[in-house]
């Protein structure tokens, strides 16, 4: 009975953590409009701009956690994809926007897992230009900074059943100068802790 009851509360803490969004156009930026430049300081403390650490073909923006789930079971993909898509001129720039993570968990968690700049979006001030709500969530700016795809990576958040490739099919469409013919897909994952507002 106390396995039961411990793996009641188990699974209703994991629902309470894991929110499946889905956003909108209208709840930050439209595909087909132009993002604007940002400074954000990166998990080392240093202060740098979206136009300086994008690639030369572009940027995927990816919204991370420390310790979200989901999250940690994109790690792998989202490392894989960020060097793919490096040499192709497209670098990843992750954000933490969640006020709940301090900024030496984020440092720590960042040098441990990624390749990329972290950036903390102290106030969730990104987040909420871009309509951001969970992690992990994708933005893919083209060179001009105009969002080309918004949502989820692919269509399997376990990694061991994936069939659509959301992002990769975005990029690969975009960079060979083809229509990208699905430009948004259901972002699905831990919600992002806002900072509460005065």
Same mark, same amino acid.
């Given at each position: 009975?106390?396995?039961?009851?411990?793996?009641?509360?188990?699974?209703?803490?994991?629902?309470?953590? *894991?929110?499946?969004?889905?956003?909108?156009?209208?709840?930050?930026?439209?595909?087909?409009?132009?993002?604007?430049?940002?400074?954000?300081?990166?998990?080392?403390?240093?202060?740098?701009?979206?136009?300086?650490?994008?690639?030369?073909?572009?940027?995927?923006? *990816?919204?991370?956690? *420390?310790?979200?789930?989901?999250?940690?079971?994109?790690?792998?993909?989202? *490392?894989?994809?960020?060097?793919?898509?490096?040499?192709?001129?497209?670098?990843?720039?992750?954000?933490?926007?969640?006020?709940?993570?301090?900024?030496?968990?984020?440092?720590?968690?960042?040098?441990?897992?990624?390749?990329?700049?972290?950036?903390?979006?102290?106030?969730?001030?990104?987040?909420?230009?871009?309509?951001?709500?969970?992690?992990?969530?994708?933005?893919?700016?083209?060179?001009?900074?105009?969002?080309?795809?918004?949502?989820?990576?692919?269509?399997?958040?376990?990694?061991?059943?994936?069939?659509?490739?959301?992002?990769?099919?975005?990029?690969?469409?975009?960079?060979?100068?083809?229509?990208?013919?699905?430009?948004?897909?259901?972002?699905?994952?831990?919600?992002?802790?806002?900072?509460?507002?005065?």
């Amino acid at each position: 009975m106390k396995k039961l009851s411990f793996l009641a509360a188990a699974i209703f803490a994991f629902a309470a953590f *894991v929110s499946f969004n889905n956003v909108s156009a209208k709840d930050g930026l439209a595909v087909g409009a132009t993002m604007e430049d940002f400074k954000l300081v990166d998990a080392s403390g240093a202060t740098k701009s979206f136009n300086e650490l994008k690639g030369k073909s572009g940027a995927v923006l *990816v919204f991370l956690s *420390v310790q979200c789930p989901v999250v940690k079971g994109y790690d792998e993909r989202i *490392v894989k994809l960020a060097a793919e898509y490096e040499a192709k001129g497209i670098n990843v720039i992750g954000i933490n926007s969640n006020a709940t993570e301090s900024a030496d968990k984020v440092k720590t968690h960042a040098a441990e897992t990624y390749k990329f700049p972290v950036l903390i979006d102290k106030g969730n001030v990104i987040a909420d230009k871009l309509g951001a709500n969970v992690t992990p969530e994708i933005y893919y700016l083209n060179e001009k900074n105009v969002l080309v795809y918004h949502g989820a990576i692919d269509n399997d958040r376990s990694g061991e059943n994936v069939t659509i490739n959301f992002l990769r099919d975005a990029v690969e469409s975009n960079l060979s100068g083809k229509t990208v013919a699905k430009t948004s897909a259901n972002a699905f994952g831990c919600s992002i802790k806002r900072a509460a507002k005065n």
